[in-house]
């Protein structure tokens, strides 16, 4: 077995080391792709991950295609696994998982609008520090 150095990328997780010995674990770049997937990149960012008040309900909206369902599972997919490093979207995200067996336009809205919060913060990540005191910390690096 042969020593490859210290980890910097794995399975879409990136690893930055810190100067006081803890780790910065971020998906910048498999953010960037999932916005890029979903084709926007130009679009305008959104300052929270969901509309505040909205409920999303299981019969609202217009039934969405095939293809736009097959698109919107695989979105909903990506950002399930973007959820590891960004808990600031977990609440929004599973919203909108209860949708996948009959999803609508408006459900499809809902994950747009997640994706525009993940574009405006490509830069968010946990940070692991070396006390436990400070295991787990969310922040803005």
């Known amino acids: 077995m042969t020593d490859l150095g210290r980890l910097h990328h794995f399975l879409g997780l990136e690893v930055q080391y810190l100067p006081d010995g803890g780790l910065f674990l971020t998906q910048q770049q498999y953010a960037k792709d999932i916005v890029h997937r979903a084709?926007?990149?130009?679009?305008?960012?959104?300052?929270?991950?969901?509309?505040s008040g909205v409920k999303l309900l299981k019969d609202s909206g217009r039934v969405l295609s095939d293809s736009e369902i097959s698109h919107f599972r695989s979105l909903v997919g990506c950002l399930q696994y973007l959820t590891f490093t960004r808990?600031?979207?977990?609440?929004?995200?599973?919203?909108?998982?209860?949708?996948?067996?009959?999803?609508?336009?408006?459900?499809?809205?809902?994950?747009?609008?997640?994706?525009?919060?993940?574009?405006?913060?490509?830069?968010?990540?946990?940070?692991?520090?070396?006390?436990?005191?400070?295991?787990?910390?969310y922040s803005l690096s």
């Not at 408006?106 to 994706?115: E, F, G, P, T, Y």
């Open 39 to 51: 084709g926007l990149d130009q679009c305008h960012v959104s300052p929270t991950p969901c509309q």
């Open 87 to 137: 808990p600031d979207i977990a609440y929004s995200v599973n919203s909108v998982c209860q949708f996948m067996q009959h999803p609508t336009d408006q459900h499809l809205s809902a994950v747009h609008r997640i994706l525009k919060y993940v574009k405006g913060t490509f830069d968010c990540g946990l940070t692991f520090g070396r006390s436990l005191s400070s295991i787990g910390k």
